[in-house]
């Protein structure tokens, strides 16, 4: 418990005052549902954070039994920049499409959902994610660098990188990365991703350049009027964990999926169709 509340205090002291002198939007600290991101913050770190990491050391003791010794032994000869280079685009390729099928596949959406909920966004809306969708992205992303054979001290850095760039993505910061911006996510971009208006967009979590590449890019000068989702669902915290896991859920997702997909003859994944 001690360890959580000093991680929120670090986390607190460290965004508020980028989001206080580099405002992307004019917000109060304590906004709409701050107290249920709160929530999810230290449902996080306080009871679904072992278990996640549990099941990924898992899963790295798993593929470390496969035969790939071979190809381990060629691609530790590689410098470890290249390595490096190499595992983020793979770890973000994966991610990217993982996450753009979080929005067309009503089973994954189901529990997404919930993490597009925030109708307000900074660095603390980062951590309101349902913990199955949570294990999802983290083994999605995690699984080309255990094939690759990293050490888990480099996978543990990785992980930290990702987790600490996932909260400024979210965060309510407005600042420019230039030409940047195509190889390393920003506020701007995600934000974009979070609104009701275009939310089929920018699934990238840490390298835009996935988003370019298969047409899902956008990056109007304006920002986004809305955030959140049209459904009408439970905001309360022990109801959003509970919600997806009922069968009924499902359920009335599919019909949802089923009723905009006959509404609506575009691709679900363009950056211009309507919200699942």
Do not use: F, Q, R, T
């Given at each position: 418990m001690v360890h959580t509340g000093t991680v929120f205090i670090v986390f607190f002291a460290m965004f508020l005052p980028l989001e206080r002198l580099f405002a992307l939007h004019k917000q109060r600290v304590f906004r709409t549902e701050w107290s249920t991101d709160v929530c999810f913050f230290l449902g996080q770190y306080l009871l679904f954070t072992t278990p996640v990491v549990g099941c990924l050391v898992w899963l790295h003791a798993q593929v470390a039994q496969w035969d790939l010794a071979p190809f381990h032994d060629v691609w530790h000869q590689t410098p470890f920049a290249l390595q490096l280079f190499a595992a983020v685009c793979l770890s973000d390729l994966c991610i990217y499409w993982g996450h753009r099928l979080s929005h067309q596949l009503p089973f994954l959406w189901t529990f997404h959902r919930v993490h597009h909920t925030s109708p307000k966004l900074d660095w603390l809306a980062a951590h309101r994610e349902h913990p199955i969708d949570n294990l999802y992205t983290r083994t999605i992303e995690n699984l080309p660098i255990f094939i690759l054979g990293f050490p888990l001290e480099t996978i543990a850095g990785f992980v930290m990188f990702r987790g600490l760039w996932g909260l400024f993505i979210h965060s309510n910061?407005?600042?420019?990365?230039?030409?940047?911006?195509?190889?390393?996510?920003?506020?701007?971009?995600?934000?974009?991703?979070?609104?009701?208006e275009h939310p089929h967009c920018n699934f990238a979590n840490l390298m835009p350049l996935m988003d370019v590449l298969f047409g899902t890019y956008y990056e109007p000068k304006e920002l986004p009027n809305q955030y959140g989702i049209p459904d009408e669902i439970p905001h309360n915290y022990l109801r959003q964990l509970i919600d997806p896991i009922m069968p009924w859920t499902l359920l009335n997702t599919c019909r949802r999926f089923l009723a905009r997909s006959r509404s609506s003859p575009k691709d679900d994944a363009s950056p211009t169709s309507p919200h699942v």
């Open positions: 910061v407005n600042i420019k990365l230039g030409w940047l911006k195509y190889l390393i996510g920003s506020p701007h971009l995600h934000h974009w991703h979070h609104a009701e």
